[in-house]
């Protein structure tokens, strides 16, 4: 499949079948992650992994926003290492958009929820009690995935007309 097609049909799922997607599968959408630009090639990112029911529901209370994640198989929480790159959150953004892609184009469905805030770090401190995150990392968000058991219909965005504001 086009890449474009890919990034056309992705949506964000939140609410996901039963039937829980190899740890497999998960990693690779993982590992599309790794292969994402950053700053210098800095590579500022890390994963965990989680699968444990009671911690996932403790990650699910983190903010309104995460309630979704109560029903996923798995949260992958992305983590960055915020001194080995000065642009740590753009390349957070690319990896997880890379993961995102990854999960969709396997047939699985995704969601980024917020955890890093500008201005406080309360989410992230709650998110680093309950998984015990040295503090030498940023917490970035939680993804949750799995299956999807939704179907969004495709996204209407900005046409290239407006989005292109000049052509010089
Ligand atoms: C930085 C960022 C933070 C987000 N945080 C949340 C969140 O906390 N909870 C949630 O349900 N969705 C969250 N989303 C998903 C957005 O709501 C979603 O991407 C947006 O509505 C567009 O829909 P789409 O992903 O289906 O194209 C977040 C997305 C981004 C990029």
Not at 142 to 154: A, L, Q
Request: proline share 5%.
């Amino acid at each position: 499949m086009d890449i474009i097609d890919i990034i056309k049909a992705r949506r964000s799922i939140r609410k996901y079948k039963k039937e829980v997607p190899s740890e497999e599968l998960i990693k690779r959408c993982i590992e599309a992650g790794l292969y994402a630009p950053s700053a210098r090639n800095s590579q500022p990112w890390s994963f965990i992994l989680v699968k444990d029911k009671d911690k996932i529901k403790q990650l699910s209370k983190v903010q309104t926003f995460t309630k979704f994640l109560e029903g996923a198989p798995y949260v992958i929480v992305a983590l960055a290492d915020e001194k080995k790159s000065n642009h740590w959150l753009e390349d957070m953004g690319c990896a997880i958009m890379a993961l995102l892609l990854e999960a969709h184009s396997l047939g699985l469905g995704a969601c980024w929820g917020a955890i890093y805030h500008p201005e406080n770090k309360d989410r992230e401190n709650y998110v680093r009690k309950v998984l015990d995150v040295s503090e030498e990392l940023r917490i970035i968000a939680c993804i949750g995935i799995g299956y999807p058991d939704e179907t969004p219909s495709p996204k209407k965005v900005k046409s290239l007309d407006e989005a292109i504001i000049k052509i010089v």
